[in-house]
């Protein structure tokens, strides 16, 4: 009976036995590694060279065209003067080399010189491991890339028509970069917005303060028994700020005292009022000389106490006004820092 059989590297072989007539009657596997298939049947076993001095020196190894040459086990060479010298290396067209193992080269001149490496196109060169050369030359000259290209400008490629990246290493093309840089430069706008939100907040707050400073300057005359207004000015500052206010006291009657002030600092405006009354009998005895001035005297302390505690008032309406406008730029402050751990994301 005669038996057909296949020798595959690595593999599994099979003897196909058959009879007389052709027909299958049995089919026998037997597994062989490649050290095994040498030792039975040599290094070029299976080999096949066609062309003008071709060459083939590897196991299971082709050559078609003239001085085309392998040189490892499964490389296959095709084309005029083409070279597969890397184990299971592909050379095809003309003068193309795959030189190291599982190594491609496809076109006129295209090489690929390292392991795993893929050179497509005339004059296209793979110089690194797993790099792949696409396009007349095209040079791939780091490990685990792809180039469309080379360094010379006029062999400079886009890659055109690429779908929107999902994935985390997919790529990304133009209208995806335009989308994110609007997306920065609307972040960019809220920077500026709040950088102007805080200015100004810094800037109402260091009027409030010359504010407050002004009115706490003010010192109104002591008015007598017999004085029924008087009127004050001050002065304030803070930081880059300043502030001026104004008083004014009445008293209507013996037992009632009015006051107002007001303090200015640019477009910041604050105003406050008080009254006083002295309630109790009233009676007048005789008294010395140095009784009534001493009268008149405490009457004037207690005029400027009136005033001085009116004044502590609008200062602390002022101070509660300035906290709550600090209040106002931490929170700006807060918003800011969100916005830039945003765009870091």
Not at 51 to 66: E, I, M, T
Not at 82 to 87: E, I
Not at 101 to 118: C, H, I, M, R, V
Not at 277 to 286: D, E, H, L, T, V
Request: proline share 1%; aromatic share 6%; net charge positive.
């Amino acid at each position: 009976m005669p038996v057909n059989q296949t020798t595959p590297i690595n593999g599994t072989s099979k003897q196909v036995v058959t009879d007389g007539s052709g027909n299958v009657t049995n089919v026998i596997t037997t597994s062989q590694n490649e050290e095994t298939v040498i030792k039975s049947y040599g290094e070029t076993f299976g080999s096949q060279a066609f062309g003008y001095k071709a060459s083939s020196h590897g196991l299971l190894a082709n050559s078609f065209g003239a001085y085309s040459t392998t040189g490892a086990t499964g490389a296959s060479a095709y084309g005029a003067q083409s070279s597969a010298l890397g184990k299971f290396s592909t050379a095809i067209g003309f003068n193309s080399k795959a030189i190291q193992k599982d190594s491609s080269a496809l076109g006129y001149f295209a090489e690929a010189k390292a392991q795993d490496s893929l050179a497509l196109g005339a004059n296209s060169t793979a110089e690194k491991e797993k790099s792949v050369a696409l396009g007349n030359y095209s040079i791939a000259d780091r490990a685990n890339t792809v180039s469309v290209g080379s360094k010379q400008a006029n062999y400079r490629r886009q890659i055109v028509n690429v779908a929107d990246g999902t994935e985390d290493y997919d790529a990304v093309n133009v209208r995806q970069l335009n989308a994110v840089e609007a997306k920065i430069g609307q972040v960019n706008n809220q920077f500026a917005q709040v950088d102007t939100r805080l200015n100004r907040t810094d800037l109402r707050i260091n009027r409030v303060g010359a504010s407050a400073a002004a009115l706490a300057s003010l010192k109104p005359a002591q008015l007598g028994e017999d004085d029924k207004f008087a009127l004050s000015l001050g002065v304030g500052s803070y930081k880059n700020a300043q502030a001026m206010a104004m008083g004014a006291v009445f008293k209507p009657a013996e037992n009632v005292l009015l006051n107002v002030a007001g303090s200015f600092s640019g477009s910041e405006k604050t105003f406050g009022a008080g009254v006083s009354w002295k309630f109790g009998n009233k009676s007048k005895p005789a008294v010395s000389t140095q009784s009534a001035v001493n009268s008149a005297e405490v009457l004037q302390l207690r005029q400027e106490v009136v005033m001085m505690r009116s004044q502590q008032v609008e200062t602390n309406k002022k101070l509660h006004k300035q906290a709550e406008m600090e209040s106002e730029l931490k929170q700006l402050r807060r918003e800011l820092l969100e916005l830039k751990k945003a765009l870091k994301k």
